[in-house]
């Protein structure tokens, strides 16, 4: 039997000093019909990353839904398989998506085919047909997702959440009803693709191994015959937030609890977006967070809580969310409020300070070491009207902020009392717990 004592842990290394932000060459150009160009050279691999950002603003929830499940589904030239074997030719594809803000594009795609890719690119958005056959098909498996989606406590308690923070505002209500999804037909889908799909203000990101300017006069020769008398339908600013009972959203037989907490937040350009950012943080933005190591290490009631700032055209919001068991809703809620009440009175540690600070600034740069990071992020920020520029501004906000700057931003912005608060579960067990932390509004879980 041996009798080696076992070694002492090894201390870890010492963090080395925060990289400096390099930014990658880039050229811009806005063409004739009003499309910005970004193209941003990253020679990683030889491939380049698409992001198309079209404004969207107000639009039939279902049609808007339907027209991006169904833009690559042919042209007059091809059906959608031949338009999926023609980028394939060229190693890329393409996919679409629609948001409250925007319809977005997105293809990965060998740099040796980017001139082909952007071709087929301008003949789905100049000559789209939706096909009665692939529309039909589409219909069916959108309502499908729709309808799984309906049956998750996740999707019922930020569709409760969305409901409850944006009142009228159109980001309220942002997945369509089923039954308004089987009435959409494809000339509605033509017809709304007329007048929404158009380059006024659409922004066309290509990041990978490519010539700037090589990259810019490719898409202008592939693009520039793309127009469009349509309309964009601005989006009024999202209402302030507004503090009122705790809304329990009722689940009959449910084994779990969705708490979501919503705060007010501030835009990227703000002068307190990066303190804010630390502030979440120290709360609950990463794992070693207070609220993390509360409600998770040490007393075991959920697995994954997070919290994050939410950026959108119309506003922003801090949103943080965890699943908890039943029997301990009401305890979990209580050292919500507490790390919350803690944080916007006591300024957090130096060192906690820091070590939110370095991820921070370490994840700022993760997001920029890949191509598809970086196009997302360039393509995030030209939607907001900032380019690649701001992150090093951002980086030195961050790295500049103060205790003080922390806690000045988390008694303004994290304040419990400022907080609207949603808990999806089972109301016949959960509400005593949470009627003796606030008062509450009880209403049946909605699709």
Do not use: C
């Not at 520029?389 to 030195?396: I, T």
């Amino acid at each position: 039997m041996s009798t080696t004592a076992p070694a002492a842990p090894r201390a870890l290394p010492p963090l080395g000093p925060n990289r400096r932000l390099k930014l990658p060459k880039q050229a811009e150009r806005t063409l004739g019909n009003g499309l910005t160009v970004i193209a941003v050279r990253r020679p990683a691999v030889p491939l380049v990353e698409l992001r198309l950002w079209m404004p969207f603003g107000r639009a039939h929830l279902a049609r808007g839904a339907m027209l991006a499940q169904t833009l690559l589904s042919g042209t007059e030239t091809m059906t959608s398989v031949r338009l999926a074997a023609e980028l394939q030719k060229v190693g890329g594809g393409l996919s679409a998506g629609i948001d409250p803000d925007r319809l977005m594009l997105s293809g990965t795609g060998l740099v040796t085919g980017l001139d082909r890719m952007l071709e087929i690119l301008a003949e789905v958005l100049t000559g789209a047909t939706y096909p009665d056959d692939d529309v039909a098909t589409e219909r069916d498996r959108l309502v499908d997702r729709i309808q799984v989606a309906q049956s998750q406590p996740g999707h019922l308690a930020r569709t409760a959440l969305l409901k409850r923070v944006y009142g009228k505002h159109p980001y309220a209500v942002q997945t369509p009803d089923p039954d308004a999804v089987r009435a959409v037909r494809p000339g509605a889908l033509r017809t709304l693709h007329a007048q929404r799909v158009h380059p006024a203000d659409a922004v066309l990101v290509l990041v990978g191994d490519v010539q700037p300017e090589r990259a810019l006069d490719a898409a202008e020769k592939a693009l520039s015959g793309w127009n469009g008398a349509g309309h964009t339908a601005d989006l009024p600013p999202a209402p302030a937030l507004e503090p009122g009972p705790l809304l329990l959203v009722d689940r009959p037989g449910s084994v779990q609890s969705s708490l979501r907490v919503a705060l007010p937040a501030v835009p990227r350009t703000h002068p307190d977006h990066a303190a804010l950012q630390l502030a979440n943080l120290v709360f609950g933005g990463y794992f070693s967070s207070r609220w993390v190591e509360n409600i998770r290490e040490d007393k075991g009631y959920t697995y994954g809580p997070h919290s994050l700032v939410e950026h959108s055209v119309a506003g922003s919001v801090l949103v943080a969310a965890a699943e908890v068991a039943t029997e301990v809703t009401g305890p979990a809620l209580l050292e919500t409020t507490y790390e919350l009440g803690r944080l916007a009175t006591l300024p957090p540690g130096e060192d906690e300070l820091e070590q939110a600070r370095r991820y921070a600034l370490g994840t700022l740069q993760l997001g920029m070491s890949t191509q598809a990071g970086l196009a997302s992020l360039t393509s995030a920020y030209a939607g907001n009207g900032l380019r690649l520029d701001f992150l090093a501004e951002h980086a030195a906000r961050l790295a500049g902020a103060t205790v003080a700057d922390v806690a000045e931003a988390a008694a303004r912005y994290l304040a419990p009392a400022r907080a609207v608060t949603v808990v999806l579960g089972d109301a016949e067990r959960i509400a005593p717990q949470l009627a003796a932390l606030a008062p509450v509004v009880t209403e049946p879980a909605r699709p």
